[in-house]
């Protein structure tokens, strides 16, 4: 039990913070919880919590698998401890992403490194990339090239060289998205460019039904999109993303340059994520079946929209449990980029020096511990 003085020491930081205002409320509240702890409190006791209004952050996404973290950090009550509440802003993809958080709009947002991403720091816009949101290893990619069944059976789309002659769905804008600057990679080494390829932009969700339409003859997709349509038996997986680019970094979680000064809530987002990202591997390390696999499933299933059993069947994303994204996959797609003439401004080497949020995630892993 605590001490009668370190009840009222509670007490008068409260009231404190209280007649601080809301401005210092706000860069207050992530570190307020465990300023209780160090007075004998607990982080989670709700009348601490209920005792600060949490900051509220505005993120943007499209309902697919790569959200996980958020979405397991949110119902395991870590945002919450860190006095975050986040408001998901949906989008129809990544590139309409980028100019709202530019404008203030969005607090967190995907960065993936397409041009949409590139061109805003060209221009000067004020933000961080901070957090690896979905990278793809050999044999280990939620996102990869499925074939129409028809088009498959009939002995074509079994290789990538095959795609001159096939239409390709890739999520808009087509040619200007990091699945199409992987997908170079893999052409390239067969001797072919995007150019050779009938690129249809078509957005994820709507894949399944050109799919199963005849709409196209291949696509790009992403789980659980991807399992969606293998599962009704409209489309074949070929190759996974990670097999034509290892280890390539689909997209980051970037920082508002408002929420990157805000240093107390731009650490507990980080801390929150990386604690969700770590519980997320380590369920999905246990067998099928197992309980704790079974309630990821079912985190992805709710979030997604998705029935659980077709989540079960589909390849799980992966995180890097450290939270860092790879750079050198993001400053390639800079360069492909450039060289399609679709980053006409180049970004000055000072603005890379200063893109990426590492000194902050390196001060919240000294904190929590690096995972090897």
């Known amino acids: 039990m605590r001490s009668l003085g ?3 020491g509670l007490v008068a930081v409260l009231l404190l913070v209280g007649a601080l205002g809301p401005a210092s409320l706000t860069a207050a509240q992530p570190t307020a919880a465990r300023a209780a702890v160090a007075l004998g409190g607990n982080a989670a006791d709700p009348a601490l919590v209920a005792a600060q209004a949490p900051i509220r952050l505005r993120l943007s996404g499209q309902r697919l698998a790569v959200e996980t973290p958020v979405w397991l950090g949110e119902e395991r009550g870590y945002f919450q401890q860190e006095g975050i509440e986040i408001d998901h802003v949906t989008f129809g993809s990544a590139s309409e992403m980028i100019p709202a958080l530019a404008t203030g709009q969005l607090d967190v947002a995907p960065m993936p490194a397409n041009p949409a991403m590139w061109n805003a720091v060209a221009r000067g816009v004020q933000a961080k990339i901070m957090l690896d949101e979905g990278t793809y290893r050999p044999g280990q990619s939620e996102q990869a090239l499925v074939v129409r069944k028809a088009v498959y059976d009939a002995g074509r789309g079994h290789t990538l060289d095959d795609l001159r002659s096939l239409s390709l769905a890739i999520t ?3 040619k200007a998205t990091t699945t199409a600057c992987a997908l170079s990679v893999g052409l390239r080494q067969v001797g072919l460019t995007l150019d ?3 690129i249809q932009p078509i957005t994820f969700p709507d894949m399944v039904g050109a799919l199963a339409n005849g709409g196209v003859d291949a696509a790009m997709m992403v789980e659980p999109f991807l399992s969606r349509a293998v599962q009704q ?3 074949v ?3 996974g993303l990670g097999d034509i680019y290892p280890n390539f970094t689909i997209a980051t979680l970037g920082f508002a340059d408002s929420l990157y000064g805000n240093r107390p809530a731009a650490k507990g987002f980080v ?5 969700a990202v770590r519980d997320y591997l380590a369920a999905e ?5 197992d309980a704790a696999r079974v309630e990821i499933n079912e985190v992805i299933s709710r979030g997604t929209g998705i029935d659980a059993a077709t989540v079960a069947m589909m390849t799980p994303p992966y995180f890097n449990p450290n939270g860092e994204p790879n750079h050198d996959s993001m400053t390639y797609c800079y360069q492909f980029f450039r060289d399609q003439g679709l980053i006409p401004q180049p970004i000055p080497e000072a603005t890379f020096q200063t893109l990426f949020g590492t000194d902050l995630l390196n001060e919240v892993l000294d904190e929590i511990g690096r995972v090897e």
Do not use: H, Q, W
């Not at 801390?271 to 604690?275: K, N, S, T």
């Open 233 to 235: 038996g409209s489309a």
């Open 237 to 239: 997986r070929v190759m």
């Open 196 to 198: 050779d390829v009938d």
């Open 271 to 275: 801390r929150a994520y990386l604690r």
């Open 172 to 174: 808009p804008p087509g």
């Open 285 to 289: 390390a246990t067998p099928p079946g």
């Open 6 to 8: 370190a009840r009222i």
